[in-house]
């Protein structure tokens, strides 16, 4: 028994010992997770051959300043701001779309959605006092007495009279040479309107800017958030009658030296969007201020006609804040300023300027996109037209243009031929005389297609030429026929008419409209700008409700966009993007970037090359993770930088293990495409608003003769 049990405690010993040394004991060797061949890992931004889609919330400031309140239980009255009112105008949501190939077929999203969180602030009366003190400061009285009348800006003098007849109806003032902006004066004010404008005060649009920027701290808002000023003067015993006056340096033509900004039609009731220097810091503010004197630029002066356009359909216009609540025949009779403020902000500051579609694709040639752009003018001099230098400047094209994709390397080139043979053969289809045959009328576009397919040759030539190097092609016609019957158009941004790719643009200089004030330079920007993406701040998408407008019919108002820094405005304003276009332009390519990495890393998994992409999928991963934070953060540009990184991080290891990764190229494609029977795009010839994306002119006659106005 003593021995048995010895025995036992001494195995017991033993195993007690074994356990208790186990760092002599051989640990097993974790093995490697294996993962599938066809698996990049752990990603969190990146899906290969997914849209790359970012979702943000986004909030929006509304502040009032200067509008009467509803009471608590009372009516809101006709003049009044409702808050509660106002909210039921306004989108929750929005999801951009690449509008021209949407045309061709079921909307193209371009992956920046948004939610947005409205904040609604009233702005005290001890601000209402500073803000309205400082106007009263800044401002100049520019209306001049005469013979016992008052000479105004046109729109005042035209809303007096309920007339925009220089001819008949108005007196214009014979000023001395050096007072370059026109005035007008109204003899026998109409009996309709609910007051006569009697004085002018004019105050810098962009300082009024400054200032609300300046001073929103104030009200707890940060003047980085998007944010829309309403104004009201009118009611205070300090009110003046007032406009926004725009003669700075931005307005001044590039070639022709023609100030746009002391124009009488280019006095505003709005104005926002100045860029910043700073992009992390970038201010996003809008004002609109309907106690102002009527604007030229949204026939708001006349309240009298339904039918503005000539189309035969009512268009709504948003009139000054005195014809709300009266019973006079007036545009505002039985309308209530809280839900004409509503659409205001839903269809001009949300739709078009804080979160806009684009109108063509901002990648080029997916999933390939350009590193390199060359802004390619291609001059065609007709006879005894002014050399180049004098309506082109190449430099200011490219750099204004660079902004729009600061990452990539950008030059600009003037090629300079005769506008004779086949070219001025194909030019003269654009503008037939009534007893020319059509062109090509076998083709949708009668009048274009002779030209295009001249173009098309001409720019596959030059690319392959060129290889690594995306050509932006210009056609400028420096047309000296003074009988060309060119109507005014400056311009066209060109698609393919099968896909809705962009192509080239056209821009069109003739004695007229030389003489009306333009070059090429600011042209070639604007139409460049549509090449690249941009739309114009009047005419857009509206994705919750599905349409597409402009300004025309019950969206005619959305003209006000156009009274923004924005060289896309038709007001000859700004001859630089805007903070809006900036913003914009910044998240489509940061939604490009990623939506091309996926396609490549598509093509990789097709490759069954995986494994040897793995490691720099996941550090390009990383760095969109970081874009997109930026992103969240409103630092747009920063975003688009880094996602320009992890762009190059993943086409650049593709190419490196072998994978073949081609850009699309419309002018090798075209012609295939065609014989397949494309479905042709949507087109109106109308601005009015329509369900669903749709085609629409450059520009009607009704815009063009606002952009010629004195």
């Given at each position: 028994?003593?021995?048995?049990?010895?025995?036992?405690?001494?195995?017991?010993?033993?195993?007690?010992?074994?356990?208790?040394?186990t760092d002599t004991q051989p640990q097993p060797k974790p093995q490697p997770e294996k993962l599938d061949p066809s698996s990049f890992g752990q990603l969190s931004t990146l899906q290969p051959g997914e849209l790359g889609t970012i979702e943000q919330k986004l909030k929006?400031?509304?502040?009032?300043?200067?509008?009467?309140?509803?009471?608590?239980?009372?009516?809101?009255?006709?003049?009044?701001?409702?808050?509660?009112?106002?909210?039921?105008?306004?989108?929750?949501?929005?999801?951009?779309?690449?509008?021209?190939?949407?045309?061709?077929?079921?909307?193209?999203?371009?992956?920046?959605?948004?939610?947005?969180?409205?904040?609604?602030?009233?702005?005290?009366?001890?601000?209402?006092?500073?803000?309205?003190?400082?106007?009263?400061?800044?401002?100049?009285?520019?209306?001049?007495?005469?013979?016992?009348?008052?000479?105004?800006?046109?729109?005042?003098?035209?809303?007096?009279?309920?007339?925009?007849?220089?001819?008949?109806?108005?007196?214009?003032?014979?000023?001395?040479?050096?007072?370059?902006?026109?005035?007008?004066?109204?003899?026998?004010?109409?009996?309709?309107?609910?007051?006569?404008?009697?004085?002018?005060?004019?105050?810098?649009?962009?300082?009024?800017?400054?200032?609300?920027?300046?001073?929103?701290?104030?009200?707890?808002?940060?003047?980085?958030?998007?944010?829309?000023?309403?104004?009201?003067?009118?009611?205070?015993?300090?009110?003046?009658?007032?406009?926004?006056?725009?003669?700075?340096?931005?307005?001044?033509?590039?070639?022709?030296?023609?100030?746009?900004?002391?124009?009488?039609?280019?006095?505003?009731?709005?104005?926002?969007?100045?860029?910043?220097?700073?992009?992390?810091?970038?201010?996003?503010?809008?004002?609109?201020?309907?106690?102002?004197?009527?604007?030229?630029?949204?026939?708001?002066?006349?309240?009298?006609?339904?039918?503005?356009?000539?189309?035969?359909?009512?268009?709504?216009?948003?009139?000054?804040?005195?014809?709300?609540?009266?019973?006079?025949?007036?545009?505002?009779?039985?309308?209530?300023?809280?839900?004409?403020?509503?659409?205001?902000?839903?269809?001009?500051?949300?739709?078009?300027?804080?979160?806009?579609?684009?109108?063509?694709?901002?990648?080029?040639?997916?999933?390939?996109?350009?590193?390199?752009?060359?802004?390619?003018?291609?001059?065609?001099?007709?006879?005894?037209?002014?050399?180049?230098?004098?309506?082109?400047?190449?430099?200011?094209?490219?750099?204004?243009?660079?902004?729009?994709?600061?990452?990539?390397?950008?030059?600009?080139?003037?090629?300079?031929?005769?506008?004779?043979?086949?070219?001025?053969?194909?030019?003269?289809?654009?503008?037939p005389l009534p007893t020319d045959d059509a062109c090509s009328p076998d083709y949708a576009d009668a009048e274009g297609e002779q030209f295009f397919q001249l173009a098309q040759a001409e720019i596959r030539q030059r690319n392959q030429a060129t290889p690594g190097q995306?050509?932006?092609?210009?056609?400028?016609?420096?047309?000296?026929?003074?009988?060309?019957?060119?109507?005014?158009?400056?311009?066209?941004?060109?698609?393919?008419?099968?896909?809705?790719?962009?192509?080239?643009?056209?821009?069109?200089?003739?004695?007229?409209?030389?003489?009306?004030?333009?070059?090429?330079?600011?042209?070639?920007?604007?139409?460049?700008?549509?090449?690249?993406?941009?739309?114009?701040?009047?005419?857009?998408?509206?994705?919750?409700?599905?349409?597409?407008?402009?300004?025309?019919?019950?969206?005619?108002?959305?003209?006000?966009?156009?009274?923004?820094?924005?060289?896309?405005?038709?007001?000859?304003?700004?001859?630089?993007?805007?903070?809006?276009?900036?913003?914009?332009?910044?998240?489509?390519?940061?939604?490009?970037?990623?939506?091309?990495s996926n396609a490549i890393l598509q093509l990789v998994r097709n490759s069954a090359k995986v494994p040897e992409m793995r490691s720099a999928a996941q550090q390009a991963d990383r760095t969109f993770a970081s874009a997109l934070n930026a992103y969240q953060a409103r630092?747009?540009?920063?975003?688009?930088?880094?996602?320009?990184?992890?762009?190059?991080?993943?086409?650049?290891?593709?190419?490196?293990?072998?994978?073949?990764?081609?850009?699309?190229?419309?002018?090798?494609?075209?012609?295939?495409?065609?014989?397949?029977?494309?479905?042709?795009?949507?087109?109106?010839?109308?601005?009015?608003?329509?369900?669903?994306?749709?085609?629409?002119?450059?520009?009607?006659?009704?815009?063009?003769?606002?952009?010629?106005?004195?």
């Open positions: 028994m003593k021995v048995k049990a010895l025995g036992i405690a001494l195995l017991g010993a033993s195993l007690l010992a074994a356990c208790g040394n929006v400031n509304i502040v009032n300043i200067g509008y009467a309140a509803t009471s608590p239980g009372q009516v809101t009255g006709a003049r009044d701001l409702n808050f509660s009112s106002l909210r039921q105008e306004l989108p929750a949501t929005y999801k951009t779309i690449n509008r021209y190939p949407s045309f061709y077929g079921n909307n193209e999203l371009s992956g920046n959605n948004f939610t947005f969180d409205y904040n609604y602030v009233t702005a005290p009366k001890s601000f209402e006092d500073e803000f309205f003190a400082f106007l009263a400061s800044s401002g100049k009285e520019e209306s001049v007495q005469k013979d016992g009348l008052t000479y105004l800006n046109i729109s005042a003098a035209a809303y007096n009279c309920q007339s925009a007849d220089t001819q008949k109806v108005l007196k214009v003032l014979d000023r001395k040479p050096g007072d370059l902006t026109p005035l007008y004066a109204c003899p026998e004010p109409a009996g309709n309107i609910a007051r006569e404008i009697t004085g002018n005060w004019e105050v810098d649009g962009l300082a009024v800017e400054k200032w609300l920027g300046d001073n929103a701290g104030k009200l707890g808002i940060d003047p980085t958030q998007h944010t829309v000023f309403l104004i009201n003067w009118y009611g205070r015993p300090d009110f003046k009658f007032h406009s926004y006056s725009h003669e700075r340096p931005e307005s001044v033509e590039s070639d022709t030296g023609v100030d746009f900004g002391q124009r009488s039609s280019r006095r505003t009731v709005a104005w926002g969007g100045t860029p910043s220097e700073d992009q992390a810091s970038a201010r996003r503010l809008w004002f609109y201020d309907q106690s102002a004197n009527p604007d030229y630029w949204t026939n708001a002066w006349n309240i009298s006609d339904a039918d503005l356009d000539g189309d035969d359909v009512p268009d709504k216009r948003m009139p000054p804040i005195w014809e709300y609540g009266t019973r006079k025949a007036s545009a505002a009779y039985g309308q209530k300023i809280t839900a004409d403020l509503g659409q205001v902000v839903r269809y001009t500051a949300i739709d078009l300027l804080f979160t806009p579609s684009a109108l063509y694709r901002a990648a080029l040639t997916p999933p390939d996109m350009p590193e390199q752009i060359n802004v390619d003018l291609a001059l065609e001099q007709g006879p005894d037209a002014p050399a180049s230098a004098r309506v082109v400047n190449p430099a200011v094209v490219r750099e204004r243009l660079s902004v729009l994709n600061p990452f990539i390397k950008w030059t600009a080139s003037v090629r300079e031929t005769p506008l004779s043979g086949d070219v001025a053969d194909a030019y003269k289809c654009f503008f995306y050509q932006l092609t210009n056609y400028l016609f420096n047309d000296t026929n003074a009988k060309t019957p060119n109507q005014g158009l400056l311009g066209q941004a060109i698609s393919d008419g099968v896909t809705g790719t962009q192509t080239m643009t056209l821009d069109f200089l003739t004695p007229a409209l030389n003489k009306a004030g333009y070059g090429f330079t600011d042209t070639a920007v604007h139409e460049s700008g549509h090449h690249l993406s941009q739309s114009h701040p009047h005419d857009g998408y509206d994705s919750e409700r599905y349409e597409d407008f402009g300004p025309s019919g019950p969206t005619n108002f959305v003209n006000v966009g156009d009274e923004v820094h924005s060289v896309m405005s038709y007001n000859n304003l700004s001859k630089t993007f805007g903070q809006f276009n900036l913003d914009a332009q910044y998240r489509y390519l940061t939604a490009a970037y990623l939506t091309n630092n747009y540009r920063a975003a688009a930088d880094l996602a320009h990184q992890g762009y190059r991080q993943v086409i650049d290891a593709a190419r490196q293990n072998g994978v073949s990764v081609e850009g699309y190229k419309w002018y090798d494609r075209v012609g295939q495409l065609s014989t397949e029977q494309p479905r042709a795009a949507r087109k109106v010839n109308h601005m009015r608003p329509v369900q669903g994306p749709v085609q629409r002119p450059e520009e009607t006659p009704a815009l063009r003769a606002k952009r010629l106005a004195p």
